[in-house]
């Protein structure tokens, strides 16, 4: 894959990948960028402030693990400034998006994003995911969260909220093997499947994308209180 640095190469790269990106979505997602930089002059969005990266470490590393994914509703869970979920609704406008942010200044970025690019089919929630997941229960087709917790932990807050047979696909960094490997019983207590998983290199980092399928509905113990998960996280 050629070094992506720009819209163009951006557009190449999810080209190689099967997906095609109009002007007028890249377009989408340079405003999306513009108004990102603006915001994090006033609020911790992101640390990754040059546009080359964005398009990079933000944008294609949102999007590249979707690429097989055809999908109805999708949550993101942890969203922050909007990773993975807002690059994936620009480039796949079809898909019904659901944010889950707890931080209500990022919520706020969020809704000015949705309101300014006028995108259709998308929420914020702003609360926990486990909050969420105590009353709305197998409802998304497929499940993401980038950065927000370890994987034992993510598993217990997500596959409430992910219907039976749904995927869920976390975007890890190089510790993602190694958490599969603390997750296995957790894993079997929720009746879920590993399914594969991807090493994506993006620059000079190794990213590991995990994918895997709920197989039966998750008990009503779960998820536990975050103090109790943290503490004691399935099968640790
Ligand atoms: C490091 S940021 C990552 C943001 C974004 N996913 C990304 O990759 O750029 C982690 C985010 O997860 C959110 N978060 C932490 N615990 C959460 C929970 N229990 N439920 C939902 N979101 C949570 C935080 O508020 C924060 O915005």
New binding site residues.
Partial sequence: MEKVIDAKTFQLACQENGISVSEQQLEQLQKYMDLLLEWNEKMNL?AITKPEEIWSK?FLDSILPFKDCHLVSFC??????G??CLPLKIVFPQWDCTM????QK?CRFLEHVIDTLQLEKIRVINA???DVAKEHRELFDCIS?????RLSILLE?CAPLCKVNGKMIF?KGKSGLEELQEAREALKILQIRFDREETVQIEEAAHINLYFTKEKKTSKKYPRP?GQIKKKPLGG
């Fill in positions: 992101t933000h993101d869970v942890g969203s922050g400034a990773f993975p889950i942010e707890p931080l990022r926990r995911a486990e969260a980038r950065a927000v917790a807050l975007l975050y």
